[in-house]
């Protein structure tokens, strides 16, 4: 006779038989594709800049021959990067003249020459960063960086240093009538 178990508990499972190990086999699949046995073959040629794009940003001179309009004579033109100082110089001091601004240093109007309408605008509002405005140390700009993605387009950048503390300033230069103009600024 079997027992049953109790209702409520539970039976021991049955010891099952140990299954057999079984060995791997190590099997050499043949490539489908011979290997490269010559020189490797260089894609780019590192003596060919890459090609910029031709796209600019905003609106273009207009070209030789075509008759200009007396509205297309007044306004700003964009410059190429040819006519146009080093934009090194310029970043540096576009930041140092708003960081300075900001800071109570200056008058905001010394910063409108090197500003679009909209970023002036920004800068004038009133919104100062706490750091630049509540500082008492003096405002170091450390070496600014360039970046030139499209011909009369720079983007610079640079930490600044107030009071022990480091901040990030970024700012895009755009060339306008010869000379370099801040449409986009950053402060960290």
């Known amino acids: 006779m079997t027992a049953s178990p109790q209702p409520g ?3 021991a499972p049955a010891e099952a038989p140990a299954a057999p190990l079984r060995t791997l086999r190590l099997s050499i699949v043949p490539a489908l ?3 490269l046995t010559g020189p490797a073959v260089a894609l780019v040629d590192p003596a060919t800049p ?3 794009p031709p ?3 905003g609106p273009r001179p207009a070209p030789e021959g075509r008759r200009t309009r007396s509205r297309d004579l007044f306004g700003p033109a964009w410059s190429v990067r040819a006519d146009l100082p080093d934009p090194r110089a310029a970043g540096r001091l576009l930041v140092t003249t708003a960081l300075e601004a900001l800071a109570g240093l200056r008058p905001l109007t010394q910063v409108q020459r090197l500003t679009s309408p909209g970023v002036h605008a920004a800068l004038v509002s009133g919104r100062r960063p706490a750091w630049c405005a509540a500082g008492t ?8 960086h360039v970046c030139e993605p499209v011909d009369g387009v720079a983007e610079v950048s640079t930490v600044a240093r107030r009071s022990g503390r480091a901040h990030a300033v970024a700012a895009r230069l755009e060339g306008v009538d010869g000379r370099w103009r801040c449409t986009a600024l950053s402060i960290g």
């Open 55 to 57: 796209h600019r940003p």
């Open 33 to 35: 594709h011979p290997p």
């Open 137 to 144: 140390g003096p405002l170091l700009v450390g070496p600014v």
């Open 50 to 52: 890459p090609p910029r």
């Open 9 to 11: 508990t539970s039976a």
